[in-house]
């Protein structure tokens, strides 16, 4: 493994909106007329968050570790796909310096979650709030997010040898 003081990473990941009472962001539920269409539970920040873990150390991709026509990982909460991403980086000797999210959505606005999804964040990381960027966008009604059939998140995270 490299002897880099810092290493980055970054991913996108997107899933089809349909009808439903919600949608789960970085772990909060955030309560809309969508659900996700997942394979898991279909929380984009997570997966993008884990993803570029992931990256970060050159450890493969999501399905490397949770393949979508594994049945066991169906409805699988998340929160999990980011705890194995952490210990994995962990194993290598590093931790989250910080992180800057950008999800990518037409309704509903993301403003009164936005705090409540960071602290989640920084607790799921171990890390301080401040470490924990997340903004929210649209797609100013272009393409499949903006005609509110889909969601996107972009994920960056900076690693750090503990």
């Known amino acids: ?16 909106l349909s009808e439903g009472d919600g949608i789960l962001l970085g772990g909060i539920k955030i309560p809309c007329a969508y659900k996700t269409e997942a394979h898991s539970d279909g929380d984009v920040v997570y997966h993008a968050l884990a993803e570029a873990l992931l990256g970060s150390l050159a450890l493969g991709d999501l399905g490397t570790y949770f393949p979508p026509e594994d049945s066991k990982t169906e409805g699988m909460d998340s929160s999990l796909i980011l705890k194995k991403a952490l ?9 989250v310096s910080n992180v800057d999210i950008s999800v990518i959505l037409e309704k509903p606005k993301l403003r009164p979650f936005i705090e409540k999804i960071r602290a989640n964040l920084a607790q799921e990381l171990k890390t301080e709030i401040s470490n924990v960027s997340l903004k929210a966008g649209t797609n100013e009604g272009l393409d499949a ?6 969601i996107g998140c972009f994920a960056s995270v900076l690693v750090m040898k503990k």
């Open 1 to 16: 493994m490299s002897s880099s003081l810092f290493r980055i990473g970054s991913a996108y990941d997107v899933h089809r």
């Open 87 to 95: 210990s994995l980086i962990s194993e290598k000797g590093y931790q």
């Open 145 to 150: 997010i903006g005609e509110q059939k889909a």
